[in-house]
């Protein structure tokens, strides 16, 4: 049995154009006792973003600096209450659980956090995410061998 559907609507470019595709949500953080307003990126600031986070090397090699990019997606995603990069080492001591419920709605809502996951699977390693924090284990010789063993007396 088959059913007949009508066909998708393909776009026209001023109706791409005249989409209203910039989003503002609220977020609730209880941790805060209230709710912040963010909005999501257009493609042009996400590159923006991009571009400022990022290090040459002498070699020219590029590196995304994790820290650098968070702070602009905190401050540049939240939209109520306004905040400057500067205020983003501020926010160092207020809870990780909260700036992390910001900045994670920021970047579910502006479609960040699947770019992230590609990122970092295109990554060698070597670059961080700034979604993804792994803490070191505390590592110890190993008496046998003289190998490196993750330490497990914690």
Request: hydrophobic share 40%; net charge negative.
């Amino acid at each position: 049995m088959s059913f007949e559907t009508d066909p998708p609507h393909i776009l026209t470019a001023d109706e791409i154009w005249a989409a209203q595709d910039i989003e503002e949500r609220t977020v609730s953080i209880p941790a805060w006792g209230g709710s912040v307003r963010i909005r999501t990126f257009s493609k042009k600031q996400a590159d923006d973003m991009r571009r400022r986070a990022t290090d040459k090397d002498r070699f020219g090699k590029e590196t995304v600096s994790s820290e650098r990019l968070e702070a602009l997606l905190f401050v540049e995603g939240v939209i109520e209450p306004h905040f400057e990069v500067d205020d983003y080492a501020r926010m160092q001591d207020k809870s990780a659980v909260a700036v992390g419920i910001v900045l994670k709605a920021i970047m579910d809502a502006s479609g960040l956090s699947e770019l992230a996951v590609a990122e970092a699977d295109k990554s060698d390693g070597t670059q961080s995410n700034a979604s993804v924090r792994v803490l070191p284990i505390p590592r110890t010789r190993d008496d046998t061998g003289g190998t490196l063993a993750t330490d497990v007396s914690q």
